[in-house]
Structures are given as structure tokens and as C-alpha cells.
């Protein structure tokens, strides 16, 4: 009631709730109701012109046959064709594979690593603010620039990382190749994807330690739950709902990868990097199959909207708390 | 004294003890170290000379050189060492250093042009964002609109598909309206992009605004405009600031569109600085002198933005 307080006007300061509605009512200019269709029409405007657009444009495509490298041929409808050959193409499900691999592998170091430094700063040690903050650099990075400085870095003999190998194992620093042999390509983009991310793991674990409250910690003090005790008990199950909310965002994100892998191995040795998404680059954009390939990102869509819908319910979780 | 008493009591049970803390301290700052190796030696090699940078093994110390830069602000051609003997003196220290190398200076390279787009591109997507983004923020904020959770979840949706997805269409789209390789194509489409986390992150910030002080100045006889622009949008500046650092990073950092929607008018840094190419491949200290420029007003980003990155990484909602 007192939170209106007009020094100036103290009249206000003593009206009621029906009192203030009126005044709102008594509004000059536009109702509130024309504000805010006005305010949120530019956004959903943009949003239908530069992504429901194209998006309803290209589920069109998709059951055409259309070529960009051979635009001339008249456009044919081709109904599902493009789907069943998608759907019955073995490589298509080899590069989901690869994709399924290197999301599960990348999340499951990043949540380990994160989860463990995040244990690890909570303990509040002096100067940690620095270090969080130095640790979260490389996940603000651009992706591609990261892709195509690790290459250097990568490199059997020129990069730093085969020479720091080979000083801890003696293995000589020109015997192995980590971009270009086909057993180690695959773990390459782990590493160098776990190093960006696993500092975003760790912002969110750590913020969901901190709602920890302490006084459940003293309870379990007062009952002598062992160390350990406490972090099954209550450590763990109070920040899952948050490490969820991570490892989703991180598979979505990973699922969708494109650009870090692409400046990094570009998908080889032969395919064994090929993510889905340098799949559908290559048809869409080397081959200019755009038919096949619109009926390919449609399939994605379908998956990623899927798994964002179950993201946005987690997130609304997350929010109650 | 009941407070005291308990608060003490807190603080020994909860808090570490030194030794613990000591230990945790000691992981995480070598983890810090390890992880900030590989920025540090791009930012090194940056300093190296051509042969230091490709030097097998890989040389840890160097003496540094400007060559690298050198490089990635010019076109160079490689001549006779007669021919440059017979060349006016230098008239610069770049062009000094490039005559160590028996190469003239021909012209400026298009880094600049590039970086001139990645900062148009930037702020002019973050600007409209924040913009729109704003005021959608603000209507989800204070009125009851129908579906409203429907259309958020629609806003956010549009920022879950591959990019390289999205961009198939758009492709076709912007040739048909000859947008294809501008910068206003590009604005346009990171608008798009960048608007849904402004909507989300806005709305949690303006969120946090008491209503009592907009529904007082509508009581003063202010009008909707006027409270929004005289009462919330002072009190949501950090919000604002912090979304447009968040918008303006997506921007400056994005490849998938840009490389493929772009080749030369509207090329930003991204697609650019892995193709910086000397004699024999790429040109490292070039590349490297490229990301270092490139990566600066990252680091500044984020140092500022500390407190509100998980904020922005969650799409607001995680709140600290």
C-alpha cells in the first residue's frame, strides 16, 4: 500500500488499489492493449519474415528435386522421395552416429570437469574470482576462430601440443597426428570442444551450488552426516536440476555443430568428423542439392525442436525454484 | 546475540577449512593455466617471424617481431634484393621491415574492410535487437497478452535451429532480393537471431523493476510511453547494457552464416582470418596477429560482463 510514496503528492501515497487501477485506466493516448501488440509486432514481424518464412519456403523444397548447381531443369515435385533417401541413406546415419559420439562424449568431460571445478571454486579460495574468470575465456571465443588456431597448435610438428605429448610420454612428437588420423580425429574435437565448454558447465553448477542453503549443511552437521554423506544427499540432488539445464543446452548446441569442427578437421581424416551439420552444408552448399538438403534440415529441425521443447520445460523448473 | 552466535556457527561448519580451500585453489588455478596456454601462444605467435612461427621443435622463446602485423595490414610482393638496393630508402618502419624480408609493400590488405563489417554488423544488429527486444520485453513484461507463453517458447525456438539449416533458405530469399553479400542482409538476419535472447533476457530484467513505480507515474499522469521511457528504461540500463554486450559478442563471433551467405562486400573477421594466406599456405603470424585483434574486446567483454554471464548464457534462466 505504501509502496507508492510521492513526497510531492500526497494524495497518492494514500490511495488504494481500485484508486490506482482507475488512474491507469484514465491513461491518455493509447490503450494498453493497442502498446502492446505495437511493441511485440516488430519482433514476431521480423522473426515470421527472416525464419518462419524462409522455414514454411523450404518445407516446400523439400519434396522438390530442385539443384542450384542445375537451376535451369524445371522445378519437379518429387513428394517424399527426398526423405526415404535421406531416411534410407546408410552414411546419413553414419554421420548421425558421429554426431550422437561426439555430443555424448564432449557433454559427459564437460560435465565431469565443470561439476568438479565448480566444487572446487564454491570452496571460495582466495582469489578465485580471478581465476573463474580467466578459466570462463575461452567459451566467449568465437568457435571458428578457435577451430582454426588449435590447427596450429594441432600440428604434428610445428604445434606446441605434439612437443608437450611427447615430453610427458617420449613418444616423438611427428609419430601421431591428432587432426589427421582417423583414431584420433574423433577424441580431437572432444578435447578441443571440452576445452571452450566445460567452463560454461561450470558458471552454471556453480550457481546452483550457491542456492545451496547453509543451514541444511548444519543440519546435516547436527546429525553427523559424514562429507560424503552430504554430497549424495544434498550437494547432488540440489544442483541436478541445474547440470540439466547444462547438459541440455550443451547437446543442443553441440548437436548443431558446425563451425568449430569445420575449421578443424573439416570433417576429416576421409568422414570420420563429419557432423551432420557439415553433411548438410556440403549438399546444400557444394553440391547444391537443395531439395535433398532442405529435406535433411527438416529432419534436424524436428530433432532440435523436440529437444528444445523438453530444454524450455527444464529451464521453467529451473526458474521455479 | 542470537544472530551472532549462529552466524558463527555457519561460518565454521560451512566454510572450508584453510587446507581444503589451499588444495581446491592450487587445481583450479593449474587448470586456469593450462587452459589460457593455447591463447597465450596464439597471442605469442602473433610476435613470432615466419620462420620462428613454423620452427620445429616449436619455439617457446623468440625475439619478437612486428612482421606479423605488418603482414596482416598489407599486400606484399617479393622482389630481387637488386631491385630493392635500387629503391628509394624506406620512408617507414613497416616498410623497413618488409625490405629485411626482400619483399615492397604494394597496398593495404582488406583486414580492414573486414573488421570496418564485423563492427557495422555488430552494432547494428545489437542496436536493432535491443531495440526490439526492448519493447517486446517490456509488453511481456506488464501486460497480459494471450498465448504469451506460447509466443516466447516461439521466440526462443527460432534460436534452437542449425544455423547452417536456417541458412539454406535465407540463401535463396536474399538472391531473390539481392541481399545476399550486404550488410544490411547481415543485420538483418543476427536481428533475428540476437532479438529472441534479447525478448528473454529483457524480460527478466525489467521483470525485476518494481511495478509500483511505473503505475506511480501513471498515477502522476504520465502516459505508457512516458513511464516506460522516464521510469523503466533508467532503472534497466545495466539489463540493456548487458544484453547488447551478449547480442554484440554473437555477432562479432558468428561463422556459419557469414561464410556461407558472404564472400567479399559483407565478409566479417571470422571467415576471414583462417584465409589469411602468405607464400606457401597460411601466413601463422598473420593469422595470429589477426585472432589476437580479433579476440581483445572479447576478453574486456568479459570482464565486464562477469556478474551477468550466466545470466546471458542460460537465456535468463538462471538468475544467481
Redesign the interface.
Known amino acids: 500500500m505504501t509502496?507508492?510514496s510521492?513526497p510531492d503528492?500526497a494524495t497518492?501515497a494514500g490511495?488504494g488499489e481500485p484508486a490506482?487501477s482507475q488512474?491507469?485506466r484514465r491513461?491518455?493516448?493509447?490503450s494498453?492493449?493497442a502498446?502492446?501488440?505495437?511493441?511485440?509486432a516488430?519482433?514476431?514481424a521480423?522473426?515470421l519474415?527472416?525464419?518462419?518464412?524462409?522455414?514454411v519456403?523450404?518445407i516446400r523444397?523439400s519434396f522438390t528435386s530442385l539443384n542450384l548447381s542445375m537451376s535451369y531443369l524445371p522445378l519437379r515435385f518429387v513428394g517424399l522421395d527426398n526423405f526415404t533417401d535421406i531416411l534410407g541413406d546408410e552414411d546419413v546415419w553414419f554421420r548421425l552416429q558421429t554426431t550422437a559420439q561426439f555430443v555424448i562424449w564432449s557433454v559427459t568431460f564437460q560435465v565431469i570437469?565443470g561439476f568438479g571445478?565448480a566444487l572446487?571454486?564454491n570452496?571460495?579460495?582466495?582469489?578465485?574470482s580471478f581465476?573463474?574468470?580467466?578459466?570462463?575465456?575461452?567459451?566467449?571465443?568465437?568457435?571458428?576462430?578457435v577451430g582454426?588456431?588449435?590447427t596450429?597448435?594441432l600440428q604434428p610438428?610445428?604445434?606446441?601440443f605434439n612437443?608437450l605429448i611427447s615430453l610427458f610420454t617420449g613418444v616423438p612428437?611427428s609419430a601421431f597426428s591428432m587432426t589427421g588420423q582417423v583414431s584420433l580425429a574423433p577424441w580431437t574435437i572432444v578435447l578441443v570442444d571440452t576445452?571452450m565448454w566445460a567452463?560454461?558447465v561450470m558458471?552454471?553448477c556453480l550457481?546452483g551450488l550457491?542456492s545451496i542453503p547453509?543451514?541444511i549443511?548444519?543440519a546435516a552437521?547436527v546429525d553427523r552426516a559424514s562429507t560424503w554423506r552430504q554430497f549424495w544427499s544434498i550437494t547432488l540432488p540440489m544442483t541436478v536440476p541445474?547440470l540439466m539445464?547444462a547438459v541440455l543446452?550443451r547437446a543442443?548446441e553441440n548437436?548443431?555443430m558446425?563451425?568449430m569442427v569445420n575449421?578443424l578437421t573439416s570433417g576429416g581424416p576421409g568422414s570420420t568428423t563429419e557432423l551432420v551439420?557439415i553433411t548438410?552444408?556440403r549438399a546444400?552448399?557444394e553440391k547444391w542439392r537443395?531439395g535433398y538438403?532442405?529435406a535433411?534440415?527438416?529432419i534436424?529441425?524436428v530433432a532440435?525442436?523436440g529437444?528444445?521443447n523438453i530444454?524450455?520445460k527444464a529451464?521453467n523448473k529451473?526458474?521455479q525454484r | 546475540m542470537t544472530t551472532a552466535a549462529a552466524k558463527s556457527t555457519a561460518h565454521s561448519i560451512v566454510e572450508a577449512s584453510p587446507r581444503a580451500k589451499a588444495v581446491a585453489g592450487g587445481i583450479v588455478i593449474l587448470y586456469a593455466v593450462i587452459t589460457i596456454l593455447p591463447l597465450l601462444w596464439i597471442v605469442a605467435t602473433g610476435f613470432k617471424s615466419q620462420s620462428d612461427a613454423i620452427a620445429y621443435p616449436p619455439k617457446v622463446i623468440f625475439e619478437p617481431t612486428l612482421e606479423g602485423y605488418v603482414n596482416l595490414f598489407t599486400v606484399r610482393t617479393r622482389q630481387t634484393p637488386d631491385f630493392i638496393a635500387k629503391l628509394p630508402p624506406p620512408e617507414t618502419w613497416y616498410d623497413k621491415l618488409a625490405r629485411q624480408r626482400d619483399m615492397v609493400i604494394a597496398g593495404p590488405s582488406k583486414v580492414v574492410p573486414r573488421f570496418v563489417n564485423s563492427l557495422i554488423i555488430g552494432f547494428g544488429s545489437t542496436f536493432l535487437a535491443v531495440f526490439l527486444g526492448t519493447l517486446a520485453a517490456y509488453a511481456f513484461s506488464r501486460f497480459r497478452i494471450p498465448l504469451a507463453d506460447d509466443l516466447l517458447f516461439f521466440i526462443l525456438s527460432t534460436r534452437m535451429m542449425p544455423p547452417v539449416a536456417v541458412a539454406i533458405p535465407i540463401y535463396l530469399m536474399y538472391r531473390q532480393l539481392n541481399l545476399t553479400d550486404t550488410r544490411l542482409g547481415m543485420i538483418l538476419l543476427y536481428t533475428a537471431v540476437n532479438v529472441s535472447l534479447a525478448v528473454w533476457l529483457l524480460k527478466g530484467f525489467i521483470d525485476e523493476i518494481p511495478r509500483e513505480y511505473e503505475e506511480a507515474a501513471l498515477v502522476d499522469g504520465y502516459t505508457r510511453l512516458q513511464a516506460l521511457r522516464k521510469v523503466v528504461l533508467p532503472q534497466a540500463v545495466t539489463g540493456i547494457a548487458a544484453t547488447a554486450i551478449f547480442c554484440l559478442i554473437f555477432s562479432w563471433n558468428e561463422y556459419a552464416f557469414a561464410v556461407l551467405l558472404t564472400s567479399g562486400e559483407a565478409q566479417t573477421m571470422p571467415p576471414f582470418i583462417p584465409f589469411i594466406i602468405g607464400e606457401g599456405g597460411q601466413d601463422w603470424p598473420a593469422v595470429a596477429a589477426a585472432t589476437t585483434l580479433f579476440v581483445v574486446p572479447i576478453v574486456l567483454f568479459t570482464v565486464l560482463l562477469r556478474k551477468h554471464l550466466l545470466r546471458g548464457i542460460t537465456f535468463g534462466a538462471v538468475r544467481k
Not at chain 1, 27 to 30: A, C, I, K, P
Not at chain 1, 35 to 40: K, T
Open positions: 509502496t507508492i510521492q503528492d497518492v490511495m490506482r488512474a491507469t491513461v491518455r493516448g493509447l494498453d492493449r502498446i502492446a501488440w505495437l511493441f511485440i516488430p519482433t514476431i521480423l522473426l519474415a527472416i525464419n518462419i518464412f524462409p522455414l519456403w523450404m523444397l570437469i571445478l572446487l571454486i570452496r571460495q579460495f582466495r582469489g578465485h581465476w573463474t574468470t580467466i578459466i570462463l575465456l575461452p567459451m566467449m571465443l568465437s568457435p571458428a576462430v582454426n588456431f588449435w596450429l597448435l610438428q610445428i604445434g606446441p612437443s612428437p576445452w567452463p560454461y558458471l552454471i550457481a550457491r547453509d543451514y549443511y548444519e552437521e541445474f539445464l543446452f543442443i548437436f548443431k558446425f563451425d575449421l551439420s548438410l552444408k546444400a552448399f537443395t538438403s532442405s535433411l534440415a527438416i534436424l529441425f532440435v525442436f529437444a528444445a530444454y524450455v529451464l529451473v526458474k
